[in-house]
């Protein structure tokens, strides 16, 4: 299918959606966290609420990192309009405690998980609480306006893109990742996509 796209309910969203994935949601590890490799864009607001919980973070992020949240983010913002507040900081990226030859997002623990998701479960957050919005929906991205699955990153490292393998593959991608992409854009515009795509 040519990538188009398909508003529903008000909302851009990319045809890329409408396209069998490669099997079912992987939820298993295998992947190490791949995403994770060059840290995330995270909205100004979200950055500020992080930093508000910095003391309840501690004890969930590295060591070396925990005690210092002015190494958490990068110094530098981007204005984008694809961010609630207009202007987001970039995750500072170290050697991932797995494996220090691979830099990885400051948050990304030893054992492949997220602190700030971590975090968020002990504290009773909710989800996605701490997390930041671009990871909670990961492998659906928002960019330039339209909300689609992320097929750059995917391309640029196959374990990123949260699917086991099965052959034939009997869904198509909005199926596969309905939570993400009900929290991206909604039920009610989820709702209204799957019935679009199940009348073509």
């Known amino acids: ?13 990319s045809s890329n959606l409408l396209t069998l994935s490669h099997g079912e949601h992987c939820h298993d590890g295998d992947c190490k966290a791949a995403c994770c490799v060059g840290g995330i864009w995270v ?3 979200e950055v500020q609420r992080i930093l508000e919980h910095a003391n309840d973070l501690r004890p969930f992020l590295a060591p070396q990192y925990a005690l210092n949240e002015d190494l958490w983010f990068e110094d530098d913002d ?9 202007v987001a900081l970039a995750t500072r990226t170290v050697p991932r405690a797995a494996n220090a030859e691979v830099d990885g997002c400051i948050f990304l623990r030893a054992d492949h998980l997220c602190a700030l998701h971590v975090a968020s479960d002990a504290l009773g957050l909710g989800w996605p609480g701490l997390k930041p919005f671009e990871c909670a929906t990961y492998p659906i991205r928002r960019a330039d306006g339209i909300v689609g699955y992320d097929e750059e990153t995917a391309a640029e490292n196959p374990h990123a893109d949260c699917q086991k393998r099965t052959e034939p593959s009997p869904l ?8 993400e992409l009900e929290l991206a854009i909604g039920k009610k515009a ?3 996509l799957a019935k679009r795509a199940n009348s073509l």
């Not at 981007?78 to 207009?86: E, K, M, Q, R, T």
């Not at 198509?172 to 939570?179: G, L, M, N, S, Y």
């Open 190 to 192: 989820y709702s209204e």
């Open 78 to 86: 981007y204005l984008h309009p694809d961010f609630p507040s207009g």
């Open 172 to 179: 198509p991608r909005f199926v596969v990742f309905k939570a």
């Open 1 to 13: 299918m040519p990538d188009q796209t398909l508003i529903v309910d008000g909302v851009v969203v």
């Open 43 to 45: 909205d100004l607001l």
